[in-house]
């Protein structure tokens, strides 16, 4: 596992495992849940360990994507050594454009993020009726 993905109250945390921590160049990302568009299964794009121009991290092709990358003009930040457990989290008015990282569980982390954003986004309609 590379990373440990958690909802505190309204924020998404995503948590790098020991030694990513040094790979990736980053500890954890915090981002509000309400700057979360969605989250689904990396796919082929968490295969595509070419793609992007290394700002900061780690590359070995097969081995480990971790770090800053820019990908079509976007800051993508990569955390994947098996790409069948990577999720893609696709992020709005922040730094990254997209976060691809490595869980334990993809189906859980998915379902996770998906029932806050439904409930942040029940939480947000509900004050401006």
Request: aromatic letters at 6%; hydrophobic letters at 40%; proline letters at 3%.
């Amino acid at each position: 596992m590379s990373a440990k993905l958690s909802i505190t109250g309204e924020t998404l945390c995503v948590e790098m495992i020991g030694w990513h921590k040094i790979w990736s160049f980053k500890g954890q990302i915090s981002v509000p849940i309400g700057h979360v568009e969605s989250i689904r299964m990396g796919g082929e794009e968490a295969r595509d360990w070419l793609s992007g121009i290394k700002l900061i991290g780690a590359r070995v092709p097969k081995l480990i994507k971790a770090g800053t990358f820019r990908t079509h003009g976007e800051q993508v930040f990569w955390d994947v050594r098996d790409p069948d457990k990577a999720v893609m989290i696709d992020l709005h008015d922040e730094k990254f454009a997209k976060l691809i990282i490595e869980v334990a569980d993809p189906q859980a982390a998915i379902a996770e993020v998906e029932q806050a954003i439904a409930q942040s986004g029940k939480s947000g309609t509900e004050g401006g009726q």
